[in-house]
């Protein structure tokens, strides 16, 4: 080869399309022609090989392959297959494997232009037009002036205009609950493993995180599926009247006459509904003018709310070009009202979420209703009155003389659709035959794409006709969210999937964009979640494949769309990330930044992300009637714009109302006057900046009373938890454990939970979905919810408090432990410990993409809180309460995170060691006789999955006295006799310590009086 390239002056070149051949001569010695494409690609091929990896990180993808060369003159085309794009490209990339390149080609030819291809296009062009360097940026959308759907006029702060203000994304959280005509039964799509099932397992990312996310980015979200998780449902109609009082009144009232028009509406009381039934088009509705001014005319939906709670809202009214843009809707709540301006020109006859409202039991107009006025800026126009609907419900669609049985959130989203008045002929019954389970599999994952384009409308309308004008949704972007299948060891990690062409194989949209656009979605949004996690949870968190296919989810949308396969729901290794609402609420953080950093580049702004919940709340009496709120914005280390600029403060008059609408301060502090002494307030904050508005912080409450005389405390609120079950990690027992193990704490809710896990062993293998193997778990919790922490559980012991007649403030254990308080200030502290435990990184076995980014989080009691706690007691004559399932235990237990130093607080200061954190199997309490809590009499607190809208308790701690301590047993568990709570009555101090969450006892009434109880232990001399 040297002698080769000694002679090349001499070569000869003959080149003719793709082939090239090579003449060497020298001295009276012929060589035979060589061809340098083949050697070009053999060489390459080579060093491909040589240099595949197993991930899709570089340089070479498996299945990486040079397909084809060409050379032309001095410039070599380098044609690779789809294996090279496969990976994200960015100009390193490029740059790299243009230099390794011109290193193996050189000796052929000495001054190659290497040009990289793969699939057809230039290897720059896969590189998003967010990191294009200069002289490489694609055309940018040329953004129209798009409508507004809706505007919450009652939120102080102002629109997120670097966010996603007015932008529209349709996103789904995987499959759901659907009939199978071949079994003839209701079942799920997956199967139910590791205590999840797929079809529900993304809902626990979507629900609390994602929407709530991009809505407070300021975009408007449609979901083919209902979000709202209420099993009640009220319905409404305009043609309701007074006749069904015992469901609900319609009124309308006015000088001005509502008219009965032409166009279709809902029909109430036809559900169950058969297949071919479509509510909204079998109903009228009501229009009525608008007029420039105070309204002239109103109607009036007020349900009868079966019980206290939180209810979803969706309208439905009859869309015209005739329409108002800014009809006038107002929900009255507990809370007080929240009013709406609505398009009616567009997202007419179908449901439109406008938001969960708190309501209480019965019917009443002032805290439990929806209006709509006819006030409007221009007047002359006309407002459509349909129905309202209150709460998700259960689901009600007729197959084969059955009903599902299951809440409507569980369902699939065929079914969500014809509930919502989707024209079926566009959008699920499309002709196509079903391989799977039915017709209704096959319309479920068909027609939530084309739903996306019905939404839209003309020109980007469904599919099979897309001129159809549709809703006049502007949908900017679509997404399914899914898990997907495969066991292995290690995290299977995540998949993007994306297509470039449509059912013709054209490669634009509708509207003229490329469908390349798609490409660049997936990259970004896949790039932000892999770099989110290795930062946050493993440093090796697997990405896998940028994967241009076929499938219906991501060739059907005409707006960019993507399918995420996050990871593998069949898998324990991802599971154990899957399970914890931390990582659910990162990986939703990460979504949300995706989908607004494509959106940001292609409409050509420079985005703000929104900021984190603030920190180091307190809230504290100043006065009568005065409070005082002070918090620290949290920082984001993950994004620099994510800095608040101004807050919104939010108030809850009383134990059993809602949050107002908030106020917008500049300050991280501020002083609120006026408030009735004698009442209890409660608040929370969120904060602001350009991009959005970050999720509240916990709930703190205040009382201030009327006069100094009255006993003050401080309630410490150090519950924080939020955590996945526990898991077990031995070669032949393998799973994620709740039987007589913690259950973790979800987020609110455990989104998703079908029921406990019962086969642990590896080895056993997948068969069917219903005998799954490894990882199989029951399904009798999937129709219930799990309650977790709200974070607002500081009333419940403010109201124990009040009832006493004590005045208190609230204040997160990190404020104590920042010493922004001083303990010395109350008469008795009551520290809130709920399920607070350590919480470690998951157990891991060889494999990949270890934990190796978590640290143990949430310990019941830092060393600086034991300190300030100890001063407390030992040098000011403290008076203490406190209560939590994990006090002793994660002080004094077993756990490797317990120090000595730990035990010795437990022993010394709160008088008392730990016995078992199997205390009680049955909840129920007994005072001891002669005790504080003789009075008080047996109660239960909150088992299972929850009772009386609180937590169930599933390890509660039995502590006994500490030797020689003085303290003594007041309270036990009626199983087996172990001590529940011990109290300490000193020259020196007072303690009451329980061993589990004094907010979980479901008896208001025994709650009230064990508070007095242990108050007057605490203070009485």
Known sequence: MKHYVMMFLLTGIIIGGSSCQLFLTGGAMDKAPIDISGEIQLRINEHVQKNMSEDYEGPFPRRTRLERVEVEDSTVRLHFNQGLISQPVRQALVDDLRTRFTLLIKPLIENAKIEI???????????????????????????????????????????????????????????????????????????????????????????????????????????????????????????????????????????????????????????????????????????VKTVDGDATAVSHWTPVIPEDGYYGIYISYNASPERATDAHYVVYHTGGKTEFLVNQQMAGNTWVYLGGFHFREGHSSERGSVALFNDSTTAGMTISADAVKFGGGMGDIIREESISGYPRYCEGARYWMQYAGVEPEFVYKLGIESRFGGPDYLEDYTGRSEWVNYLRGAPSGPNVKREHPGLGVPIDLSLGFHTDAGITTGVVGTLMIYRVQDAKRQEQFPDGRSRWLNRDYADIMQSQIIRDLRLKYSSTWTRRQLRNADYSEVRRPNVPAVLLELLSHQNFDDMKYGLDPRFRFDVSRAIYKGMLRFIAYEYGFEPVIAPLAPKNFLARATGKGKVLLQWEPQDDPLEPSAVPNAYVVYTRSGVDASFDNGIYVRDNRVELDGLDPNEIYSFKVAAVNEGGKSFASEVLCVRTGDGAKTPKALIVNGFDRIAPPSFVESPNFRGALRANADHGVGYCWNLGLTGDQYDFDPSHKFLTNDNPGWGASYGDLETKLELGNTFDFAIIHGDALAQAGWTFDTVSDEAVATGQIDLNDYAVVDWLLGEERTTLPPPWPQGTAPPDRMQPQFKTLTRMEQAFINDYLTTGSGRLFISGAYVATDLGGTAPTVTESDREFLRTVLKCDWVTNNGSKTNNVVPVKGSIFEEVGEFHFSAGIGENDVYGVELPDSLKPAKDSGAETVIRYEDAKFNAGIAYRGVDYRVVVFGFPFETITSEEIRHKAMNSILEFLTFD
Request: glycine fraction near 8%.
């Open 117 to 287: 291809y793969a699939g057809g296009r230039r290897l720059e062009h896969y590189i998003p037009g967010l990191y294009r360097p200069p002289g490489l940026l694609p055309e940018k959308l040329q953004p129209s002036e798009k409508p507004i759907l809706i505007r919450n006029i009652s939120s102080p702060e102002p629109m997120p205009q670097a966010g996603l203000y007015n932008h529209y994304i349709a996103l789904w959280h995987s499959h759901g609950w659907y009939y199978d005509t071949e079994a003839k039964r209701w079942q799920w799509q997956r199967p139910r493993m590791f205590t999840i099932v797929e079809d529900m397992l993304p809902m626990s990312f979507t629900i609390p995180f994602l929407m709530p996310m991009l809505e407070n980015a300021g975009a408007v979200v449609f979901c083919p599926r209902d979000r709202d998780l209420q099993i009640h449902e009220v319905l409404v109609d305009d043609d309701d009247g007074e006749r069904f009082s015992e469901n609900g009144t319609f009124k309308e009232e006015g000088t001005e006459n509502w008219d009965v028009d032409d166009g279709f509406g809902f029909k109430n009381y036809l559900a169950p509904y058969p297949d071919d039934m479509n509510p909204h088009r079998e109903g009228h509705h009501r229009v």
